[in-house]
C-alpha cells in the first residue's frame, strides 16, 4: 500500500511561519500531491494542491491562504512542502498530506500532523 509520512506541525504564535512535508512510500504513477486541513467541528478543506504533469506550476490554493502558503515538491517528485507564512489563530488544524495515484485515480492519506496558532 502508499504510506504517507508528515512532519512539521508545531505550535506556533500569529505571524510565524511553518513547513510541513509529506513523503509517499512510492514515486511512480501519482497523478498529484497536495494538502487539506480540519479544524475542530469542521469538514477537511482543501489547502492546496499540485498536479504532477509535464507543464510547471499548476496548483490550486484555497481563497484563505492564497498569498501566504506555498506548495512545492523535490526533484523527485516524491515529496511535497507547504510553507506557511503569515499563520494566523484560524490556520489551527490537523493537516492531511493526499496524494492522487494510478487510474482511475485513487487517493491516499496521510495520518495528519497539528499545527495550533495562537495570538
Known amino acids: 500500500q502508499v504510506q504517507l509520512v508528515e512532519t512539521g506541525g508545531g505550535l506556533v504564535q500569529a505571524g510565524d511561519s511553518l513547513t510541513l512535508s509529506c513523503t509517499t512510500s512510492?514515486?511512480?504513477?501519482?497523478?498529484?500531491m497536495g494538502w487539506y486541513r480540519q479544524a475542530p467541528g469542521k469538514q477537511r478543506e482543501l489547502v492546496a494542491f499540485?498536479?504532477?504533469?509535464?507543464?510547471?506550476?499548476?496548483?490550486n490554493y484555497a481563497e484563505s491562504v492564497k498569498g501566504r502558503f506555498t506548495i512545492s515538491r523535490d526533484n523527485a517528485e516524491n515529496t511535497v512542502f507547504l510553507q506557511m507564512n503569515s499563520l494566523k489563530p484560524e490556520d489551527t488544524a490537523v493537516y492531511f498530506c493526499n496524494v492522487v495515484i494510478g487510474n482511475p485515480p485513487r487517493a491516499y492519506w496521510g495520518q495528519g500532523t497539528q499545527v495550533t496558532v495562537s495570538s
Open positions: 499540485t498536479a504532477f504533469t509535464i507543464s510547471r506550476g499548476i496548483t
Open positions: 512510492r514515486i511512480f504513477r501519482i497523478n498529484g
